[in-house]
């Protein structure tokens, strides 16, 4: 395989499927399978999710919401994400820890990164609900800084489309998939893959970030045994 530990980041509208909100447990169930196969090979999966399913943030701020309060009901709802997929991995018989990073010990354990690694080493998947804990950060930096922390490999950013394009693929036609690009022309070309603080932080942390299409079944497998489907994005 070639990689050892990943950190794969969802995002909470993956999660929605066909639907307009929340959780559809066709697509759970499919998601929990995809990362089965890649555990299955000895892969440790660590993943952080997003919960624009349920809430986000940033929309509620822009409708006269508080932004602090937005966030923190953001970071509420990728715990509910979280709790979900943890369910749908252990039906395909996956075990997996949730840690989060707000405190609801009731519910999840607190995040706790030696404890996090010993859950890993052990073929736990380590799932990383509440983002950081911060109002104002996304999930992607969430993710960046999980990924940093814990030694992973790699991120796999699971998103809609098969990689990082010239221009929006959804919106202009000739617009072409890169394989490979580097942190600095992300920058120099103005393409988004991450947000700023997120995108940063992994390429100061020599960090590598796979965007790929996590809706096509195989893709994760394909991507831990070195083929290249989706972008690169590296040093
Ligand atoms: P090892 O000791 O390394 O084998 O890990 P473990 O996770 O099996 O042991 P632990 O006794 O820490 O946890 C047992 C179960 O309780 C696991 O399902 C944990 O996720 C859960 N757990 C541990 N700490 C907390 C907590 O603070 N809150 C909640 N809700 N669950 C917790």
Same mark, same amino acid.
């Given at each position: 395989?070639?990689?050892?530990?990943?950190?794969?980041?969802l995002?909470?509208?993956?999660?929605?499927?066909?639907? +307009?909100?929340? @959780?559809?447990?066709?697509?759970?169930?499919?998601?929990? +399978?995809?990362?089965?196969?890649? &555990?299955?090979?000895? @892969?440790?999966?660590?993943? /952080?999710?997003?919960?624009?399913?349920?809430?986000? *943030? /940033?929309?509620?701020?822009?409708?006269?919401?508080?932004?602090?309060?937005?966030?923190?009901? !953001?970071?509420?709802?990728?715990?509910i994400?979280?709790?979900?997929? +943890?369910?749908?991995?252990?039906?395909?018989?996956?075990?997996?820890?949730?840690?989060?990073?707000?405190?609801?010990?009731?519910?999840?354990?607190?995040?706790?990164?030696?404890?996090?690694m010993?859950? #890993?080493? %052990?073929?736990?998947?380590?799932?990383? !609900?509440? *983002? =950081?804990?911060?109002?104002?950060? &996304? &999930?992607?930096?969430?993710?960046?800084?999980?990924?940093?922390?814990?030694?992973?490999?790699?991120?796999?950013k699971?998103?809609?489309?098969?990689?990082?394009? =010239?221009?929006?693929?959804?919106?202009?036609?000739d617009?072409?998939?890169?394989?490979? @690009?580097?942190?600095?022309? /992300?920058?120099?070309?103005?393409? %988004?893959?991450?947000?700023?603080?997120?995108?940063? #932080?992994? +390429?100061?942390?020599?960090?590598?970030? @796979? /965007?790929?299409?996590?809706?096509? %079944?195989?893709?994760?497998?394909?991507?831990?045994?070195?083929?290249?489907?989706?972008? %690169?994005?590296?040093?």
């Amino acid at each position: 395989m070639h990689y050892k530990r990943i950190l794969l980041k969802l995002s909470g509208e993956a999660l929605m499927g066909e639907r +307009q909100y929340g @959780i559809d447990p066709i697509r759970l169930a499919e998601y929990a +399978q995809e990362i089965k196969e890649v &555990t299955d090979k000895g @892969i440790e999966v660590a993943i /952080v999710i997003g919960g624009g399913n349920i809430f986000r *943030g /940033v929309a509620g701020a822009s409708n006269g919401m508080d932004r602090v309060q937005g966030d923190h009901m !953001g970071m509420l709802a990728t715990v509910i994400n979280g709790l979900a997929l +943890q369910s749908a991995l252990e039906d395909a018989n996956v075990p997996t820890r949730l840690q989060t990073a707000i405190k609801i010990n009731e519910i999840a354990e607190p995040f706790i990164r030696r404890k996090a690694m010993r859950h #890993l080493e %052990k073929g736990r998947v380590v799932i990383f !609900g509440g *983002g =950081t804990g911060n109002p104002y950060f &996304t &999930t992607d930096s969430a993710a960046v800084l999980r990924a940093i922390e814990i030694g992973a490999d790699v991120i796999l950013k699971g998103t809609r489309v098969d990689g990082i394009y =010239t221009a929006d693929p959804e919106k202009f036609k000739d617009a072409t998939k890169f394989s490979n @690009i580097t942190f600095e022309d /992300v920058l120099k070309k103005g393409l %988004k893959v991450m947000d700023t603080t997120a995108f940063t #932080l992994s +390429q100061e942390n020599k960090l590598p970030i @796979i /965007v790929f299409d996590m809706n096509t %079944k195989g893709n994760l497998l394909k991507l831990v045994s070195g083929e290249n489907i989706g972008t %690169k994005v590296d040093n």
